[in-house]
């Protein structure tokens, strides 16, 4: 009977209509609503708000977390700025101020070590448990981590900022000090922890993490012109290397309202001692200082 059935339709030609039907059905959304029809259930807008609040809630209830940027940052900055107390107007206090500023960016290190580790954790959930449920977009849990990061960071480096830059008693003019705050505390944040997240996500986990971390950070250290002036690198170090490090251009924001304007009074051991003899005084100063 069903063998028969068969036959008669496929000679009356509704078998064609039925097979397009089925094509047609396979690829034609449930509903025309797009809220419905769409991956995710919440739009993009709803999703950012969501999660952003979820991750404010993961890092007020995370108080060990919290404590451990603040203790780090503080003692760290408080042993710098303590190092390198009343900077004076010699040439050796200009060259403190490098080698302060060096001291003070090896601490967002540390800070992008912490955040890997505890944003690891909400990556881990996101693939086990939203991913596969389509609840959210993972941009929107990398958007939302980075802004709540980025934040708790800046409050940090504002106590960095009191730690470091009050004892070495540099200006306190608007224009000096109002300038290294806003490089220090406020854009600087923004630049570690994007690049933190960043090296995160497309890391297998937190020790590969932290490996590429180090490797890329001490790179930027070494070409931002501290360890090495730029006149005496190589060419290519020179040409390519200090241009592409982003650090050069932080260290210079940094350096700038410490040693702007500065007067420069050499010390009475950084006078050169000459002997009086039939030399001029051309041959006389002709050996470096």
């Known amino acids: 009977m069903t063998s028969r059935v068969s036959r008669t339709n496929k000679r009356s030609g509704d078998a064609d209509g039925v097979e397009d039907l089925h094509a047609r059905l396979s690829v034609r959304p449930v509903t025309d609503d797009k809220e419905l029809s769409g991956r995710f259930a919440a739009s993009y807008v709803t999703q950012l708000k969501v999660v952003m609040w979820r991750t404010n ?5 995370s108080p060990i977390y919290i404590r451990a940027k603040f203790l780090e940052c503080c003692s760290c900055a408080l042993f710098v700025g303590l190092s390198y107390v009343g900077v004076n107007h010699s ?4 060259t403190e101020a490098f080698s302060s500023i060096f001291m003070l960016l090896l601490i967002a290190v540390a800070m992008i070590n912490q955040l890997h580790v505890f944003a690891y954790d909400s990556r ?3 693939e086990v448990r939203e991913a596969a449920s389509n609840t959210f977009h993972w941009s929107a849990l990398l958007l939302c981590h980075t802004v709540m990061e980025t ?3 800046s409050i940090c480096e504002f106590l960095c900022y009191i730690c470091y830059y009050w004892p070495g008693q540099f200006s306190g003019r608007a224009s000096h000090a109002g300038y290294f705050f806003l490089i220090y505390v406020v854009m ?4 570690f922890v994007s690049y933190g997240t960043w090296i995160l996500y497309f890391s297998p986990d937190v020790p590969s993490a932290s490996m590429i971390n180090s490797n890329l950070f001490a790179a930027m250290l ?8 730029r ?3 190589p060419g290519f170090w020179r040409r390519f290397m200090y241009n592409v490090s982003p650090f050069t251009y ?12 500065k007067k420069v009074i050499c010390s009475k051991n950084e006078f050169k001692v000459m002997e009086i003899g039939r030399a001029s005084c051309r041959e006389r100063v002709s050996s470096p200082v």
């Not at 040439?91 to 200009?94: F, L």
């Not at 070494?222 to 002036?229: E, R, T």
């Not at 932080?250 to 304007?261: C, E, I, K, T, W």
């Open 57 to 61: 809630l993961q890092f007020w209830r």
């Open 91 to 94: 040439i050796a206090g200009a």
């Open 124 to 126: 881990e959930l996101f």
């Open 151 to 153: 934040a708790w960071s």
């Open 188 to 191: 600087f944040p923004m630049y």
């Open 222 to 229: 070494l070409f931002c012109g501290i360890l090495q002036p």
């Open 231 to 233: 006149n005496k690198m």
């Open 250 to 261: 932080v260290v210079q924001s940094l350096v700038a309202p410490l040693v702007h304007g």
